[in-house]
C-alpha cells in the first residue's frame, strides 16, 4: 500500500492543516513557524548548519517593494528554533538564492547572494557581516558599464587563479523600466566571474547577441573531463533571445563571442535556468532548457545535436524544471508549471510531467494561478517512482498581478503522485500566496525523516506583487529519507542545475 495514498486526517495547527498518514511510525507536524512583518521575497530557501549545532540552518533573500530599503535583506533562520540567527541590510529586492563556500576558514561555510540596484555581497555565515560587496563603479568601462543591473544565482567555479578558493560565476543583466516589446533602454547582460575570496571581477564579456540576460549560468565539466563550459541564455518575456555552451576560457580571454547558439526562441528569450541530466544514456550531462515560450530544447551533450523538441503552445513559462524518475524507465524526467496567455494577463496555470526519453507530454494538470516558484522532488511512498512536491496559489487567474483589490487567495503546499496521477495536500493557507520561492526538501536534523522548509506571503487586500508580510515554515514529514533527494532545492539540491548521473 502506497504512502502517499494514506494521507487521511488531518488537524489544525498554527492556522494550517497538515495532511497525516495513519500507518506511520512517526506522525508529520509543523515544527516550527517564523513570522516576518512587512516584507517577502523572491528567492528560495538553502540550508547550511551555521551555528555548527548539527542541524542544517536556512539562508534566504527577502524584500519589501522594489527600490525600497529593508534591514532584513538576507536572513539566516536557525533550522532547529526557527530563530533568527542574523539578518543583513538591502538597498532593493535580493531575489538569488544562496551560494555558499567557507572563505573565512572557521569551519563554517559563507555566504553568496545577489539582487536588484545592483546588489552582491559575501556575508560571514556566523554572523552576517559583510565580507565584501559589488560596488558598480564602471561607467567608463566598455563591457563592464553594463553590470548595473540585476544579479541572479551563482554557481561555483572551480579554482582559475591558484589561490585556493573557487570563483563564482554570476550575470547582471536586465532593465525594469525597458518597455515590453520595445528594444529601447534594454541592454547587454555581462557574464561575470568574481573571486570568491576577495570578490575581484576576474573576467567579463557581454552576451554575443547584445541582449539583455536574466538566466542564472551553470558551469559544469563532463565526466572524464577537465574542460569547463558554461551554458547561459538571453532575451526576456517579449524579446526574442538564444540559449549558449562555451568554454570557460572563452570567458577568461574576453571572447565570449565564441559561444555557440544551441537553441533560439523568437518573440521570447531564455529566462529560466536550464538542467543537466543524462537522457541519452551515454554517461554525459545533456541540456534540457525551456523557453519563455514554453518550447522546451533537449540537447545532446555529445554533439550538440537536438535530441527531442516540445512546445507547449499559448503558455508562457519562467520557471525552472524539476528532475525526476516520474516513469517507468532509468531516464531522467522533467516537470514544470507553464501558464496560459500572456504575462501579466495570464489566466491559469498547468503542470508539465515530460517524459525524458522523447519529451512526450506525460503528465498535465491545471491547478490555480500563474507563478514563478519550482518543484523539488522525492520519492515519498518509496515505490520508485518520484513525486513532485511544489507551492501553488489560487485565487481570480483573471485578475492581473498589478490590479489592486480584495483577494480570496489561498496558497498550498502539494505533492504529485505521478504513479496514479493523484494530488495529494500537504499544508494550506488562506489570505496567502507564494509567487516566487521553491520549497526546500531534505533530513535537516539527520533524524532519517523528511523536513520541508517552505514559504507563504501574507496577501489580503493589495496586488500581488507587493510584500507585506510571510511565514517560513517547517514541516517535520513522517516521510522516510534513506537517500537525501537529488533534487530537493531550486536549481537542484545543490544549487547548480545538475541532475547527478547514475552509475
Known amino acids: 500500500m502506497k504512502t502517499i495514498q494514506l494521507l487521511k486526517s488531518a488537524f489544525i495547527c498554527s492556522g494550517v492543516v497538515i495532511l497525516l498518514s495513519s500507518c506511520s511510525p512517526k506522525e508529520s507536524k509543523l515544527a516550527w513557524e517564523k513570522k516576518l512583518y512587512a516584507i517577502g521575497s523572491q528567492s528560495s530557501p538553502r540550508t547550511r548548519d551555521l551555528n555548527q549545532d548539527g542541524i542544517l540552518d536556512i539562508v534566504m533573500g527577502a524584500a519589501r ?20 540567527l542574523w539578518q543583513q541590510e538591502a538597498n532593493d529586492q535580493v531575489v538569488g538564492s544562496a551560494t555558499f563556500y567557507d572563505i573565512t576558514n572557521d569551519g563554517v561555510d559563507d555566504v553568496f547572494i545577489g539582487g536588484r540596484s545592483p546588489n552582491l555581497k559575501a556575508l560571514d555565515g556566523t554572523n552576517g557581516d559583510v565580507l565584501w560587496e559589488y560596488k558598480y563603479t564602471f561607467e567608463n568601462d566598455s563591457i563592464l558599464k553594463h553590470a548595473r543591473f540585476n544579479f541572479y544565482n551563482s554557481v561555483l567555479v572551480p579554482d582559475q587563479d591558484q589561490d585556493g578558493y573557487p570563483e563564482l560565476l554570476v550575470v547582471n543583466g536586465g532593465n525594469v523600466k525597458a518597455a ?7 541592454f547587454p547582460g555581462v557574464l561575470m566571474m568574481l573571486n570568491s575570496k576577495t570578490g575581484q571581477i576576474m573576467a567579463a564579456d557581454t552576451m554575443p547577441d547584445g541582449k539583455e540576460s536574466y538566466m542564472s549560468p551553470l558551469c559544469f565539466s563532463q565526466p572524464g573531463s577537465n574542460e569547463l563550459n558554461i551554458v547561459f541564455g538571453t532575451g526576456g518575456e517579449t524579446i526574442s ?36 541530466a543524462d537522457i541519452s544514456e551515454d554517461g554525459r550531462y545533456d541540456i534540457i532548457a525551456i523557453s519563455h515560450g514554453s518550447t522546451v530544447f533537449a540537447i545532446d551533450g555529445n554533439d550538440r545535436q537536438l535530441l527531442w523538441k516540445r512546445s507547449i503552445d499559448n503558455t508562457e513559462s519562467s520557471n525552472s524544471f524539476a528532475v525526476g524518475y516520474f516513469t517507468s524507465d532509468n531516464i531522467p524526467d522533467f516537470f514544470t508549471f507553464v501558464s496560459e496567455g500572456q504575462w501579466p494577463n495570464s489566466t491559469r496555470a498547468f503542470q508539465v510531467m515530460l517524459n525524458g526519453k522523447n519529451g512526450q507530454i506525460a503528465y498535465l494538470d491545471s491547478m490555480g494561478c500563474v507563478g514563478f516558484s519550482s518543484p523539488v522532488v522525492y520519492d515519498l511512498n518509496r515505490d520508485g517512482i518520484d513525486e513532485a512536491i511544489f507551492s501553488l496559489h489560487d485565487y481570480d487567474c483573471k ?6 483589490g480584495k483577494l480570496d487567495v489561498k496558497v498550498e503546499l502539494m505533492a504529485i503522485d505521478f504513479s496514479n496521477h493523484s494530488v495529494n495536500s500537504i499544508d494550506r493557507l488562506k489570505g496567502f500566496k507564494n509567487a516566487f520561492s521553491t520549497p526546500w526538501i531534505g533530513d535537516l536534523d539527520n533524524d532519517g525523516y523528511l523536513d ?16 507585506l508580510g510571510m511565514n517560513v515554515k517547517r514541516i517535520d514529514t513522517h516521510f522516510r529519507a534513506k537517500k537525501p533527494p537529488l533534487w530537493g532545492a531550486y536549481m537542484g539540491s545543490n544549487g547548480d542545475g545538475l541532475f547527478p548521473i547514475q552509475q
Open 65 to 84: 517593494s522594489e527600490n525600497q530599503y529593508t534591514e532584513q535583506g538576507i536572513l539566516a533562520i536557525n533550522g532547529k528554533t526557527g530563530d533568527l
Open 180 to 186: 515590453p516589446h520595445s528594444e529601447i533602454n534594454r
Open 241 to 276: 533571445g538564444n540559449l549558449y555552451l562555451a568554454r570557460l576560457s572563452d570567458l577568461l580571454d574576453g571572447k565570449l563571442s565564441k559561444a555557440i547558439v544551441i537553441a533560439t526562441q523568437n518573440g521570447h528569450g531564455f529566462i529560466a535556468p536550464p538542467v543537466l
Open 399 to 404: 485578475r492581473k498581478y498589478t490590479d489592486p
Open 452 to 467: 520541508i522548509i517552505h514559504c507563504q506571503y501574507y496577501s489580503p487586500n493589495s496586488d500581488l506583487l507587493s510584500f
